[in-house]
């Protein structure tokens, strides 16, 4: 049972928007201890997507964003891509840990 | 351009030791701190640990304390990890990774993937 919850799927048609939750607790989101996001198609290592809650590093496309408020934050990709399919994950550091925590991650399917 | 480059991938058997390597380059290495994730097949993302290469300071998840150990070595710009009494769970992809400017992992090691067996 990860720290960070995320959902297991979320799929799209091309085009569309998608949106993936990221639900924590007083000691890591709400603390509040900033989010990030990354990318890992399969395979490959993370690449991350978003970083300290809203910025994106550079080459990131802009299509996607990342919000938080209060224990969640949320990820969103508009104008959803065939290569957008790839597994996502929200990640942030917890207190009452002292450790750095993951969600379970979220696979994105282009339909 | 910065590079995190990993030792290859192993095979261990039941008990012993590893000892993966990070070498850092593109950036100057005793300013960012490196963390390794490991990552079972098919699961998600498991944080390690850290390592401050200035100082030699680590910190390890719980779950990890006793069993990993965690070096550097600025002459040559990398950091290894060492973990002991190796099982099957331990048969897994390991990652390093630097973190960057917004604490977020900015760059990543390619994996070394490690198939423990009796």
């Known amino acids: 049972q990860s720290v960070l919850t995320q959902p297991p799927s979320v799929s799209g048609a091309p085009g569309q928007r998608v949106t993936i939750s990221c639900t924590g607790s007083?000691?890591?989101?709400?603390?509040?201890?900033?989010v990030h996001w990354y990318q890992q198609v399969p395979g490959t290592a993370p690449k991350v997507l978003i970083s300290?809650?809203?910025n994106r590093p550079s080459g990131v496309p802009d299509r996607f964003s990342g919000s938080k408020s209060g224990t969640s934050a949320s990820l969103a990709i508009s104008g959803l891509q065939a290569e957008d399919e790839a597994d996502y994950y929200c990640?942030?550091?917890?207190?009452?840990?002292?450790?750095?925590?993951f969600g379970g991650g979220t696979k994105v399917t282009v339909l | 351009q910065v590079q995190l480059v990993q030792s290859g991938a192993a095979v261990m058997k039941t008990g012993a030791s590893l000892r993966v390597s990070c070498k850092s380059s593109?950036?100057?290495?005793?300013?960012?701190?490196i963390h390794w994730v490991r990552q079972a097949p098919g699961q998600g993302l498991e944080w390690m640990g850290w390592?401050?290469?200035?100082?030699?300071?680590?910190h390890l998840a719980g779950k990890f304390q006793g069993r990993v150990t965690m070096t550097r070595d600025t002459s040559s710009s990398t950091v290894y990890m060492d973990l002991s009494g190796l099982n099957s769970d331990d048969s897994v992809v390991y990652y390093c990774?630097?973190?960057?400017?917004?604490?977020?992992?900015?760059?990543w090691g390619q994996g070394t993937l490690v198939t423990v067996s009796s």
């Open positions: 593109g950036y100057t290495f005793i300013d960012y701190s």
């Open positions: 300290g809650n809203t």
């Open positions: 990640q942030s550091y917890d207190n009452s840990l002292s450790a750095w925590v």
């Open positions: 990774a630097r973190q960057g400017f917004w604490s977020s992992f900015d760059y």
């Open positions: 007083s000691s890591n989101l709400g603390a509040p201890f900033d």
């Open positions: 390592i401050i290469p200035k100082s030699g300071d680590t």
